[in-house]
C-alpha cells in the first residue's frame, strides 16, 4: 500500500510568484485536503477536494486554487506569492469526505522571500 | 459549531513519567476525537482515536478516554520516552458541510533522558 507522497519537499520563491505543489493520494482514498502549517502552528484548513470536485473550503483568499485528477491525485496552486505563505505545506488523503481519519504526507516546506 | 481548547504546552518530563494531555471541545454532535502526532521535521500522523463515552483508544502505549461530565479527551501515556518527544494535536470529526477538522492548537511534549 503506497502512502501519500508530496512534491517537492522543500522550494523558494520570491514575492508575487506562483507555485504548484503536489500530491499523490494513498491507495484506495477519493478525498484529499490541503492544509497550511505556519511554523509553530496547528494545520489550517484550505480546501478539500472528493471525486475531483472541491467540496470544502477554509477562509483563505481565491489565490489559492487547486485540483484533483481522476486518479485522486492533487495540486495545489498558489499564485501571487506573499511573504505570508511561507510554511508547510500539509496533503491528508482519506476514504471519505466526513472521516476525520486523515493520511498525511510528509509537507512541502515552502519559503517565499 | 465545535471549538477546540487543547492544553498549552510545552510539557517537559523525564523519561518514564506519566503523561496527560488534555483536549476539551464543544460538541455539536456524537462525542468523538482524533490525536494526532507531528514528529520534529515530518508530517502528521494519526495515533489513535476514541469514540463513545468511557471508551478508550489505545496505540503505542498511549491511551485517550473521555469524560462526558467535562467533554474532554484525555491523552495519557503510563511511562513516556524519548521518542515521545513531538508536538501533540487533537481534533473532533468534521461536523459541517465544509467537512474540515478543527484542530486544537496542538501540545509540544519534550521528554528528557
Known amino acids: 500500500e503506497t502512502g501519500v507522497t508530496q512534491s517537492p519537499t522543500h522550494l523558494i520563491k520570491t514575492r508575487g510568484q506562483q507555485v504548484t505543489l503536489r500530491c499523490s493520494s494513498q491507495?484506495?482514498?477519493?478525498?484529499v485536503s490541503w492544509y497550511q502549517q505556519a511554523l509553530g502552528q496547528g494545520p489550517q484548513f484550505i480546501f478539500q477536494?472528493?471525486?475531483?470536485?472541491?467540496?470544502g473550503r477554509g477562509n483563505f483568499p481565491p489565490r489559492f486554487s487547486g485540483l484533483q485528477f481522476p486518479n485522486y491525485s492533487s495540486e495545489l496552486n498558489v499564485n501571487a506569492l506573499e511573504l505570508d505563505d511561507s510554511a508547510l505545506y500539509l496533503c491528508?488523503?482519506?476514504?471519505?469526505?466526513?472521516?476525520?481519519?486523515?493520511?498525511f504526507g510528509e509537507g512541502s516546506r515552502l519559503t517565499v522571500l | 459549531g465545535n471549538s477546540v481548547t487543547q492544553m498549552e504546552g510545552p510539557v517537559t518530563l523525564s523519561e518514564e513519567a506519566f503523561l496527560t494531555i488534555n483536549c476539551t471541545y464543544t460538541?455539536?454532535?456524537?462525542?468523538?476525537l482524533f490525536w494526532y502526532v507531528q514528529y520534529p521535521g515530518e508530517g502528521l500522523q494519526l495515533l489513535l482515536k476514541?469514540?463513545?463515552a468511557d471508551d478508550k483508544g489505545s496505540n503505542k502505549g498511549f491511551e485517550a478516554t473521555y469524560r462526558k461530565e467535562t467533554t474532554s479527551f484525555h491523552l495519557e501515556k503510563g511511562s513516556v520516552q524519548v521518542s515521545d518527544s513531538a508536538v501533540y494535536f487533537c481534533?473532533?470529526?468534521?461536523?459541517?458541510?465544509?467537512?474540515?477538522?478543527?484542530w486544537g492548537a496542538g501540545t509540544k511534549l519534550i521528554i528528557k533522558p
Open positions: 477536494y472528493y471525486r475531483e470536485e472541491e467540496n
Open positions: 491528508a488523503s482519506s476514504p471519505g469526505v466526513s472521516t476525520g481519519e486523515l493520511f
Open positions: 491507495s484506495g482514498h477519493n478525498t
Open positions: 481534533a473532533p470529526p468534521p461536523m459541517d458541510s465544509n467537512y474540515q477538522l478543527i
Open positions: 476514541a469514540t463513545k
Open positions: 460538541a455539536t454532535g456524537y462525542p468523538s
